[in-house]
């Protein structure tokens, strides 16, 4: 399984690429579209304009074309918004255009609308179909394949189960199905779900996820509070640079069971994050997959692997919760 | 070449607060100072005549706020330089040689524009680092963030606020309510239409709304947000049958489909279909899952699909009011495009939309469109999230529900009673006020192109 990561700037790119990285995922945005459209119709699911998770400008795109030339690993570009306007497809299907020249083949792509545009318009890029589109089945991917997908990226709340199934279905349509599955794995684990996710994500407020709540009755003293577990916080788990693998959300457990349904790419989320911490992200991932390719067993792989990277115990966040 | 002149500037600013171009070329300003600006470019470039630098004007601390100012904070101030010296240097340090510029500007507006976005990118970036979402808002919108701090004391008190006062308009459009849960699929079964209707207004604190509204013709069954609160197949079939007597027209509401349900919806929509056949009738189903579509493509005829909210994608959120930039953007989505609904309809059947009232003017195309009021959905997880509070403690680890027992049949999520949301089931929703008094409005719906109106009062 190759590592996805996500890069917020071409300044990451090399470093990324020396902890370990395989490929790498970023958004784009030209001035012209944040001029007219500013955060309020954003071009990609990183809705910010005041923090460094786009790679800014024409320019860098060429020299990150550059970078990609030199060291190989190549980078997939994010339109996942789940939903454009109208006028906006045609200015879309002109950027893609325009990084297409630039040598940039394959794009991240949510809203089912722009797979539509561009299959009516007659341009052939490669397809990674977003974690951000909808829930994912067989039938589903039935519909989707119709609009030429390469790969598939699942959403972050999967059952092994139901992978290994879509997969499977895939697979036996052979040239007419996705070749590629890629699966979350380390942070972000958001509390809802990305395609389902409407509220706004900007620069002047918070997720609405994240606003206070409380846990309430529908009546007064319908039932009692259940007593909420207690978590455990530990702060030897961090380094000292107050780092924790996954403290937002992690996989690395699953890896075994992600590698057995023929999962092919695991996805590392974390544009914009402290880059010292994604680096870190990287070589844990990658010393997750050394283990795993010498574990004989799921248990023998989760036992090295809590040993190695998780000695004082995890962020307990798991995107593939065990029973 | 000449040798390095030093700037001494912001490195890194990022791009959607400072763009650049020499001359047609997109460029990244990688440091910003009073005096000049640098960027980098992988090709040498010769001779620039000019460059034009793009300050955004958003992200104000304290000098708010009227929505009109709102609107118009998001544009750019647009400084063009055609005196300057620039300074070329080759860095290494990308991983390849790339050309780095160093362009020294002598110009009282382009200082003007850095200096005061260097002072506001590091109030913003202090406001990140030091703030609460809540305190970060209130400093760049004005959003009340000690309203935060204001809770119902539980949902039945907050449907009280929310529906006792309410008055509605009169009209004939068509009126659904939706039956999205086991407990109102039971009620329903154990009384009379127009009793359930009595019932329902009541217990959802809402009799003044319900005395105004007539006798509803058509219910959703279903829950469009959680695959756990679609009715048992016996239920649903007697549902079905005692709308049929009740002279009731029924739209069935689907969920999203995880993969392991596929083969027993299968089996359920070959049931319903043989259940039209029977009765030379056909039903709706509200679709939010494009694998259930696909499914309906091979039953068309007797199961009618309609796109239902999940699917049909747009901004929500109850602090919309609060939202920088030019919001009547928000006016349109991808299903104003023609093309995209003539791809549902040639392949899917699409008939119907349905939207959600969701607090700000939308423009609906020329179809069928219902409208769900006054609730609309912000954020979803096929993981619930009540469960998740339930069964392990917090709200983050989450498990897909096995054996649900129904928390949310006795708890919900109460929110700050100024951003008028609640936690229901796996999902948040917020009220759209407006759509409360003014349900009934005919001819404001009619204008609208709604021929459809659907309770839901969650």
Redesign the interface.
Known sequence: MKITAGLGSIDEYVRYVEAGADEFFCGYVPYEWNRKYGTVLPLNRREVLGVNVQIGAESELKILAALVKKYGKPVHLTFNSLYYTPEQYPEIADIICRCMELGFSSFIIADPALLIYLKNRGISCEIHLSGETAEVNSRMMDAFDRLNVYRLIFHRKNSFADMESVIRHEREKGSGGACEFEAFVLNELCQFSGAFCNSLHCDEMGYLCRVPYRIGEIKENSLRNKEKEELEYDERKYDSDGYLCGETGCGLCALYQLQRVGITHLKLVGRGNYVDFMEKDIRNLKTALDILENSGTEEEYIEKIKRKVFPYGCSGLCYYRKK | MSGKRELHGVS?I????V????DG????VTELAESGFC?????EIGKVGKFRV?F?D??RCGEMIGAEDRKNE???TEVEIGSFEMDARVED????P?YVYSVFVDQEKYRECARELILR?DK?VRL?LEC???E??EA??G?PAEK??W???????QKADWFSERKAGNGDIELAVELDRPELYERYLSMKFCDFMGWYWNVNRAEKLGEQLPIPGRIYVGNA?CHLLFPEKKILFKILEKAESEDLEVTITSS???????ESVEKLLDELAEWCKIRKTSLEIAVN???????LKDRNGFLVPCMGT??N????????G??????G??L?????????RE?LRD?FGIQRYEWESCGYRQEFPEEKNSIHVPFY???????C?LYA??K?????????P?DCPGYC????????KH?KMV?RYN??FALDESAVFGMMNMDSWKEQKIDRVVVNLL
Not at chain 2, 19 to 22: D, L, P, T
Not at chain 2, 25 to 28: A, G, K, P
Request: glycine letters at 10%; one cysteine or more; charged letters at 25%.
């Open positions: 890194m990022p791009f959607g607060l763009a650049g171009f020499a070329q997109e460029i990244r960027f980098r470019t992988v090709d793009c955004y958003g992200l998001t544009t750019y340090g990308l991983g390849i790339v990118y913003f990140k609460e979402d809540g970060l808002a760049l919108t959003y935060d701090e809770f119902a004391e539980d949902f039945e008190e947000f999203y489909l995880r993969e392991f349900m596929l899952d494009w694998g259930m579509l696909e499914l999940l699917l994608k747009r901004k929500k959120d109850p602090r919309m609060y939202k920088q930039g030019d919001t953007l928000f349109e989505n991808s299903l104003n495009a023609d093309f995209y791809y392949m959905q912000t954020n979803t997880s096929q993981y999230t509070v339930c392990n403690g917090e709200r983050g680890r989450q498990e897909l096995e049949g006795e708890k919900v999520f109460l929110y700050p951003l936690g999902s948040l």
